[in-house]
């Protein structure tokens, strides 16, 4: 939980930055990754140390120079105040609520939010005395009419989750600051890379690396960082929860981060031009992805964005369940399963409407989810014509 960089260029390039982040090859006998440093019990050389406590490392969940690289590397790559981790990205958004939640309090949260933090709001800060007001996504400055005096947050996540409604977050942020609310924003899918989170006027950011940091299908992790202002109490939070990683995990992430840019890119691209493929779909209807240029709030994304990840979804035009079944059983390279971000392409159906309070999910026709992988594209779009011709022979 380190505050400040070791050895990050901070001025250069985020290729260079990520290379050098959190990295300290001299506290490791020269080499080059941090080691996976495990433990519970840290000794101490004597009496008065121990008193004193004046020693790095005092126990393992208060962290370990493991976890200190890639705290330190985050930190610097989102230009917060402090990270901590979490062991997954859903624990990660459950500290940062926690950081700032009162009973008694107000929270304000997007209707088009990861399923799993409206669970959070509608049961344990329930419990807790919070009461959770959802808003439409596309609110904007008018965030400041659903401000009370008790609200302590607004959480935001853009773009939304299996939906992807654009949000423009420097405006919430602008009202929600004037009645000193916290912002609070999931940040998962573009990454710091993409949204520079505290540079844009959020608070707290949270990423589930599980996704893009990860970038194998093969971890479970989550990031919290803070600006100055709410850092001291995230930390607190942290310290007195201990909610935290493993640093199998942690390792596995740090390596990770070294090619995050390179394989997000790559993602960028991809998912562009598999998108761009599927709006010229006659089975088609929709594609729902910020990049493309007649997309709703396309505008703010250009605005407040670096790029776009190989996330993003489709509505296809009225079909029947089972012709929609017989598409996603045909194919062949597309995995059916959650999560995304892997190096393996991924798909998903998925159905809003019974869950949204503020907005209504009512498309045209059934939607799916695509994670665009790192195979090669042709392969990929006649995967999907095999799935879209299996559509077709079902009555
Ligand atoms: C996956 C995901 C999370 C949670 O990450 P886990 O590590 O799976 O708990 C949070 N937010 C978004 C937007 C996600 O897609």
């Known amino acids: 939980m380190t505050k400040t960089t070791r050895d990050g260029p901070a001025k250069m390039g985020s290729r260079t930055r990520l290379v050098h982040a959190g990295r300290a090859p001299f506290e490791n006998h020269g080499f080059i990754n941090t080691p996976i440093y495990r433990g519970s019990t840290v000794l101490y050389p004597n009496t008065e140390e121990l008193y004193l406590r004046r020693v790095k490392y005092t126990y393992g969940t208060h962290g370990t120079p493991t976890t200190d690289s890639l705290e330190s590397a985050w ?14 990205g859903l624990a990660a958004i459950s500290v940062a609520l926690l950081s700032v ?19 959070l709001s509608n049961t344990i800060l329930k419990r807790l005395g919070v009461d959770t007001t959802y808003y439409d996504p596309t609110v904007g400055a008018g965030i400041s009419e659903l401000i009370r005096p008790n609200t302590f947050a607004v959480v935001v996540e853009a773009p939304g989750s299996q939906s992807f409604e654009m949000q423009d977050i420097p405006a919430i942020a602008a009202a929600a600051h004037a009645r000193d609310v ?48 709410y850092w001291p109490r995230l930390k607190e939070t942290q310290d007195a929860m201990a909610n935290c990683a ?35 779909r006659p089975e088609v209807s929709r594609v729902l992805h910020p990049a493309l240029p007649d997309y709703p709030g396309h505008d703010i994304w250009k605005r407040d964005f670096l790029g776009s990840s190989g996330l993003f979804s489709i509505v296809l035009k009225p079909a029947s369940r089972e012709k929609v079944a ?27 409407s019974s869950y949204r309070t503020a907005t209504k999910w009512a498309p045209e026709g059934p939607a799916l989810r695509f994670s665009i992988g790192l195979e090669n594209i042709e392969d990929l779009q006649a ?13």
């Open 182 to 229: 916290c912002v609070i924003m999931d940040n998962t899918w573009a990454t710091p890379l993409f949204f520079p989170p505290h540079e844009r006027g959020v608070d707290i950011a949270i990423e589930a690396g599980t996704k893009y940091l990860s970038g194998h299908s093969d971890l479970l992790l989550g990031l919290v960082s803070a600006n100055e202002k």
């Open 246 to 280: 493993g640093p199998e995990d942690v390792f596995l992430a740090l390596r990770g981060l070294r090619t995050m840019e390179l394989r997000l890119r790559e993602a960028e691209r991809q998912g562009l031009a598999m998108a761009q493929w599927l709006a010229r």
């Open 383 to 395: 995967d999907l014509d095999r799935g879209f011709t299996a559509m077709k022979s079902v009555s």
């Open 101 to 119: 939640a009162k009973a008694g309090g107000h929270l304000l949260v997007t209707d088009s939010a990861y399923r799993p933090t409206r669970n």
């Open 326 to 352: 017989a598409l996603l059983d045909s194919l062949e390279l597309f995995g059916l399963g959650y999560s995304w971000g892997g190096f393996e392409s991924l798909v998903i159906p998925f159905d809003c």
């Open 75 to 88: 930190t610097e790559l989102c230009g917060a105040a402090g990270t901590v981790l979490s062991p997954s």
